[in-house]
């Protein structure tokens, strides 16, 4: 597609239920990144995967968050038995590659936003 | 590991007054620089970007940004700010491939007024 796209754009849930977030990169990028934003707060990077690299999981806030992106393209984001203080907005982005290259940008998705109720 | 700095994490500005918002960072190698805007209720989009070349980058929507490197700052400015200009802006550096490359400030949030 033209951008990152993520679904669903917003999900309330009750405390304790699993939720998947979506996320389908610009095609032929092969990086891709998970942010969380909370109220007032900045980017909380979560996790990375470039390529058919071992993922860099090291920012994810506890054993509850997972992640995983299928045949190198979309990728879902599972938080199990939500807590109130998961309510955020999870970005996604995606770049041509994980390199610091001339013309490498990152690109990001409009967000899922998550309530835990 | 590097950081970036966002001094001012609230602006308040009256409509025509001129902007400049700080970002510095701390690394000494050769990096990418990124001046990213999320409107209200809307997702981040790039406002402007360095690679290489000229240090000072013009954006959308009358934005600039000079790189100076002695200084390891990137501040974004414009002359003249409009209400639409309203925002939470965020200064991003990449030093090096894979996401503990990337540092993200913590933004700026910037009201104007009419």
């Known amino acids: 597609g033209a951008g990152v796209s993520q679904s669903p754009s917003n999900k309330v849930t009750e405390k304790g239920k699993d939720v998947e977030l979506r996320c389908d990169p610009i095609s032929g990028h092969t990086a891709l990144y998970w942010y969380r934003q909370s109220l007032g707060q900045g980017l909380e990077f979560l996790i990375y995967f470039q390529g058919n690299s071992a993922p860099d999981k090291s920012g994810l806030p506890s054993d509850r968050f997972s992640a995983e992106r299928t045949g190198g393209s979309v990728s879902t984001l599972t938080i199990q038995r939500t807590q109130q203080e998961d309510s955020a907005v999870y970005l996604c982005?995606?770049?041509?590659?994980?390199?610091?290259?001339?013309?490498?940008?990152?690109?990001f998705g409009e967000g899922s936003w998550l309530t835990v109720v | 590991a590097q950081s970036v700095s966002q001094h001012n994490h609230h602006v308040i500005l009256s409509e025509a007054a001129s902007l400049e918002l700080g970002c510095n960072y701390s690394y000494g190698g050769t990096v990418n620089l990124f001046w990213y805007v999320q409107y209200p209720g809307q997702h981040l989009q790039l406002l402007l970007k360095y690679f290489s070349g000229d240090p000072l980058v013009k954006g959308i929507k009358g934005f600039e940004a000079e790189f100076i490197k002695s200084k390891f700052s990137f501040n974004l400015r414009k002359p003249s700010v409009q209400w639409s200009d309203t925002a939470e802006y965020f200064c991003?550096?990449?030093?090096?491939?894979?996401?503990?490359?990337?540092?993200f400030g913590k933004g700026t949030h910037l009201i104007i007024q009419p």
């Open positions: 991003a550096v990449w030093t090096r491939g894979g996401a503990d490359g990337l540092t």
């Open positions: 982005a995606s770049s041509l590659t994980g390199d610091r290259v001339s013309g490498n940008t990152i690109y």
